[in-house]
């Protein structure tokens, strides 16, 4: 299929493209600013909102009081109220919202707000919560073999902790919602959402009447990342509140500070490891403890929690093993969804793991990796999945030949040796990356497809279009399938009256999940039309070769029967026959991923339809005097199946790799001991520039390899090339660890920014 440009680039290029807050001012429109708490923890004992509610320009200031249906919100549980009642769990955590006919007023009347807070000490670290025992959750676990026996048998053993920092999601466009209030019950709203059905079922509680009655669309997002997934619903809740209590049209829309400084980010974690190994470098036992940092409240830590275990073996065979994970509660903004989903705090851990034991034993890392390998009999996991159409050692072989790993290394170390402050380090790391909901009954889609008489086509689906191109797959889906151009189709806003209970656009399920929803739409639609043109070619015909449904086939915007090629029909006048004929022209589509559940009593199950793998080279050059870390090359090789669109999938790994650099080398986000997030805003947080990015940057699309069972037989893209980002972070471990020969191991935390790194040169080098 040949590759199509990006759906609506055009229209972004030119400014045209219609965001959230891009859409023209309603008919007497009001602008909602959320009041937020100025401590991180405490009670909010009483307040007055009189003076507030009388600032000119002021209409309405609501409180807690003023929600008439349930106060609490949440994706998993409902244990996160919309607004302030007693207890304040976080800095920044919504108390009221001010309406008034402008912003500015709103702003000026929030200064008007009498609050007595009686402030208590924060939480705010990992080390904190385990002291006070501040459990989220249950600890939960999966294990495998004997690891007490596996420590006896081997012939090394290191323990150790590993922290590793939080990510701010920093969409380019800030959370947003509009709504307007209809006839009677009726609340139509616009988001900047990945869920627009949760979006829809929490604004039905809040204002405590039906789902039927709200209606949310979405028509594209400004980057999210995962940041919009859970926490969209607040702001789109409160959009609705005010536009309940004012029965006017209610825009939100956060400031960019605001939005830094109240949301979730990408979990920071605590982990304790312990591991045993051969003299070769084969991992024996591993015991890891992994501990997040949840926030204040649950939000989706625990789904996040169990990924970030399902992913802590990464692409190795380990057979003797036990996971722990635990959620720890701190008095900070809820964390959330992020690009990878925990997979790269699991990944991060074990890759980490790898480089220890290979300068223990002062050998390549890669070397360990491969040793260790998943391969055709070692391939169960530990949570019992089996590692099917394993292509570690395909990609394996390809990049090392590609990226010349090897030579390299050795140009490395005549360059190293000639360099007293300037040092370069080469690091490969794999990736095996579990693709489904990990929870099986989010693995679902609907899709609605209307043909129109003129053979025009549109395709409504469950799934968000957030910068990723999945509205540019489906529509060469949908293409593809109908055998007519592109330019016959549109995909419209996703709308929960259209195509009702949805799941998040997540997991990197979008294509898979909403391409066969869509795929199936159509092969009903095709059939109706089959059935209809095979009679419609037999009406005269005393020909003994009849046309089969079965014979037509859909190609180059006509119809046509494969045993008798001259009876041919343009799609576009297929379509106006049907109408004539009587034949509906308008399906629904459904798809849910077959065989995925767990077992978390037992520890085991299959919570993954099939898994991405991946290999990348990544080479960093390094400033010891400065501690700036520069990706001078990346050569990254990813499986993708068939690809949908090679060039999209080219630009989602690619972005991928950079964003998760950024985790790793530059993104820091530092808090006080009173829980105020010290760098919300552009200037003061760090993200990667385009001067960032590698000045070579080779990305190849592993060829030949179809995925059984999956649309047009493709492979997710979205998160798995991520942890690529993580290969410039064991870069420079082992530049710091070369410095000592390999007799220190470098205590680098993640991210190793600047000062981190060179704080770690002094003390490697005292």
């Not at 010349?404 to 990736?431: D, M, T, W």
């Not at 990356?433 to 689906?461: E, R």
């Not at 501690?627 to 990346?634: E, L, P, T, W």
């Amino acid at each position: 299929m040949k590759p199509l440009y990006y759906e609506s680039a055009r229209q972004i290029v030119q400014g045209k493209a219609r965001f959230v807050d891009d859409i023209p001012p309603f008919h007497r429109e009001l602008k909602a600013y959320i009041v937020t708490s100025p401590v991180a923890r405490g009670r909010l004992k009483s307040f007055d909102l009189s003076q507030a509610r009388a600032y000119p320009g002021v209409v309405a200031v609501l409180s807690h009081k003023d929600i008439p249906g349930s106060k609490k919100i949440g994706v998993v549980e409902h244990d996160q109220p919309l607004l302030v009642e007693d207890q304040i769990s976080y800095m920044g955590e919504p108390m009221f919202l001010i309406v008034a006919e402008s912003y500015e007023a709103a702003h000026k009347a929030a200064k008007l707000i009498k609050a007595d807070i009686e402030p208590e000490d924060p939480v705010i670290t990992i080390e904190q919560a385990i002291e006070k025992d501040w459990k989220l959750a249950p600890s939960k676990k999966i294990e495998r073999g004997d690891i007490d026996k596996g420590f006896a048998q081997a012939d090394h053993i290191v323990e150790g902790i590993f922290r590793i920092g939080g990510q701010e999601h920093w969409y380019l466009e800030t959370h947003a919602a509009i709504a307007v209030p209809g006839e009677e019950n009726e609340m139509k709203i616009y988001t900047s959402s990945q869920h627009p059905t949760e979006n829809q079922h929490i604004i039905a509680q809040v204002l405590g009447i039906n789902f039927k009655d709200v209606d949310v669309e979405v028509r594209r997002l400004g980057g999210a990342f995962g940041g919009k997934e859970a926490q969209a619903s607040w702001f789109a809740a409160l959009a609705a509140l005010a536009a309940w209590h004012t029965k006017r049209p209610v825009r939100l829309r956060l400031e960019r500070m605001q939005d830094q400084a109240i949301t979730g980010k990408r979990h920071a974690f605590l982990v304790k490891y312990k591991v045993g190994f051969s003299a070769e470098g084969k991992i024996i036992a591993l015991d890891i403890e992994l501990n997040g940092n949840a926030g204040a409240y649950k939000d989706l830590s625990m789904p996040i929690l169990e990924r970030a275990m399902f992913h802590s073996e990464n692409a190795y065979y380990i057979p003797n093993i036990r996971i722990i994970g635990t959620m720890w509660r701190t008095n900070l903004p809820p964390n959330t969804a992020f690009r990878g989903f925990g997979g790269p705090q699991g990944i991060a851990s074990i890759e980490n793991i790898i480089h220890i034991i290979a300068h223990k034993l002062k050998k390549d890392p890669t070397i360990i990796r491969k040793i260790n390998f998943y391969d055709e009999q070692h391939n169960e996991t530990p949570y019992g999945q089996k590692v099917e159409n394993n292509r570690l050692h395909i990609l394996y072989d390809q990049i090392i030949s590609e990226a010349r790993y090897f030579e390299r290394k050795e140009e490395i170390s005549r360059f190293n040796s000639q360099h007293k402050y300037l040092k370069r380090g080469l690091a490969l790391i794999p990736v095996k990356f579990g693709i489904s909901f990990t929870n099986s009954i989010l693995n679902q889609a609907g899709a609605l497809v209307n043909v129109y008489t003129d053979g025009t086509v549109q395709v409504n689906h469950s799934g968000i279009e957030m910068g990723q191109g999945l509205y540019t797959k489906i529509l060469g889906i949908a293409a593809k399938e109908f055998g007519i151009s592109p330019d016959r189709i549109r995909i419209t806003a996703t709308d929960t009256s259209k195509v009702p209970n949805t799941v998040a656009t997540a997991a990197s399920t979008g294509s898979d999940l909403n391409g066969m929803a869509v795929a199936d739409a159509i092969e009903k639609i095709k059939l109706r039309m089959a059935v209809a043109l095979s009679n419609y070619f037999n009406r005269n015909s005393t020909s003994s070769r009849l046309t089969y449904p079965s014979d037509l086939v859909f190609e180059d915007n006509y119809i046509y029967d494969r045993q008798n090629p001259e009876r041919r029909i343009s799609f576009a006048e297929a379509a106006s026959l049907m109408f004539t004929l009587q034949v509906s022209l308008s399906a629904t589509g459904y798809y849910h991923t077959p065989g995925i559940f767990m077992d978390w009593d037992t520890g085991k199950g299959h919570p993954f339809y099939y898994y991405s793998f991946g290999m990348g080279v990544v080479e960093v050059e390094l400033d010891l005097l400065t501690g700036k870390a520069r990706v001078i090359r990346a050569d990254l090789l990813h499986d993708v199946g068939e690809s949908l669109n090679p060039e999209i999938d080219r630009g989602q790994i690619e972005g991928a790799f950079v964003q998760g650099m950024g985790w790793t080398l530059l993104e820091d986000l530092r808090y006080t001991p009173d829980g105020r997030l010290l760098n919300s805003s552009p200037d003061t947080y760090k993200i990667p520039a385009y001067t960032d990015a590698p000045a070579e940057f080779n990305v190849k699309l592993l060829k030949g390899f179809p995925q059984p069972g999956t649309i047009h037989h493709s492979k997710a893209i979205g998160e798995p090339p991520f942890m690529y980002g993580i290969a410039p972070w064991l870069a420079v471990k082992d530049i710091l660890a070369e410095l000592t020969e390999f007799e220190k191991e470098p205590d680098l935390e993640l991210p190793a920014t600047n000062d981190r790194i060179v704080l770690e040169v002094e003390k490697l080098m005292a």
